[in-house]
């Protein structure tokens, strides 16, 4: 009696469907365990790379300097400056930048200083009000003060800085910020958002006289 041919490629049963639904489905379950984390690893590899930029355009601004400029004022500029890389670092990880939520129900309202939320979120615990990375940034005690009930960055001449938060005013009321200052010595100086997008800092400057980013002010935008 001879030997049955043993079943060559051709003689084996064809897959079925649901050992073929079982291979795509470990094929997805692969991918997915191997794609979902490298999703969230280029993600954040990304998220870094934008966060490095954003800080290292902000670190990097410097406002024209005059030639023979004094120290102190280079000291202030380099203060804004450095303010303002903490701010952008705030915002990225607040999505925010720090402000007052208290409606802004008049023109004025628009321009009022909230330097103090910009000390509170930059500097304090995250309890009281601070960034999750908080402080973001070092700050020379001696020019750390009070004003209007609030802890505020002082100027290298003792003066309280100017913060005006505009990223969230709306464009109806940013429309409408534009007031006409009258200085002390009766030069008319047009005070309006210089960064409607962002915010404002500015310093008095040298002769403590709030100018409205006008005159020997030290600001935040080129002038």
Known sequence: ???????????????????????????????????????????GAWAAVQRRNRLRNA????????????????????QLAQLKASLMEYQNDEVFFPRNRAPREDVDALFRNDVGFAYAGLMNERSAG??????????????????????????????PLVYREWAHVDDVQKSKAHLSRRLADGKVVHDVPHDDLQFDLYSFG??????????????????
Do not use: H
């Open 130 to 159: 601070g960034g999750k990375n908080a402080p973001y940034l070092k700050w020379p005690r001696e020019q750390i003060g009070r004003a209007s009930g609030s802890t505020v960055f002082l100027d290298p001449w003792g003066s």
């Open 59 to 78: 670190r990097g601004f410097t406002p024209p300097v005059a030639k023979d400029e004094p120290a102190d004022v280079l000291l202030c500029r380099t």
């Open 1 to 43: 009696m001879s030997a049955s041919p043993s079943p060559t490629r051709s003689d084996a049963p064809p897959p079925s469907a649901n050992s073929t639904g079982c291979r795509v489905l470990a094929a997805l379950l692969l991918l997915a365990l191997v794609g979902v984390p490298a999703l969230f690893v280029f993600g």
């Open 206 to 223: 040298p002769n403590r006289q709030d100018e409205f980013g006008a005159g020997d002010d030290v600001t935040s935008w080129p002038k």
